[in-house]
Structures are given as structure tokens and as C-alpha cells.
């Protein structure tokens, strides 16, 4: 049975036998300037644009993640 490209581009990543040329990595503040390099056509891989992951007030992060927030004045378990 023939595998199908997607499903072979998978395997691969699972298995650690396929990765990723990253040629640069830019803030997302920087997107211009990252599209101008892609522009270029010099590229000798991907442009990776990074966000930065805001968290609002009151939202946790982590293994407490999915706990409720403590009510106010009321100490933490």
C-alpha cells in the first residue's frame, strides 16, 4: 500500500527523521523586515516569526492551570 505524502511527511516528523530549515527568526514586532528577507529570494530556509504569549490578570499557567482561581482575600491551598 502506498502511503500518502502527508501521512509519510508525519511519520517522519514522529520519528525525528524529518526537520525544519529555519534561515532566521524574528520578533513579530519585526514582520516588515522579515518579509523583506524572504523577498530577497536568498533564503536558504523558513522566517520564523515569534509571538509572545501574554497571559491576562487572573489567568494561570502551568500544572495549577486548570484549577479555579482562590476567591479574593481567601488564602491559596
Same mark, same amino acid.
Given at each position: ?15 525525528? *527523521?524529518?526537520? +525544519? ?5 524574528? %520578533?513579530? =514586532? ?5 518579509? @523583506? ?15 509572545? *504569549?501574554?497571559? +491576562? ?5 502551568? %500544572?495549577? =492551570? ?5 476567591? @479574593? ?5
Amino acid at each position: 500500500m502506498r502511503r500518502r505524502p502527508a501521512r509519510l511527511r508525519t511519520e517522519l516528523a514522529e520519528e525525528g *527523521r524529518l526537520r +525544519a530549515r529555519i534561515d532566521t527568526t524574528s %520578533p513579530l =514586532a519585526e514582520t516588515a523586515k522579515a518579509h @523583506a528577507h524572504g523577498e530577497t529570494g536568498r533564503t536558504t530556509g523558513k522566517i520564523v516569526l515569534v509571538v509572545r *504569549r501574554v497571559t +491576562a490578570p487572573g489567568v494561570r499557567r502551568g %500544572p495549577s =492551570a486548570g484549577r479555579p482561581l482562590p476567591a @479574593a482575600g481567601r488564602a491559596s491551598e
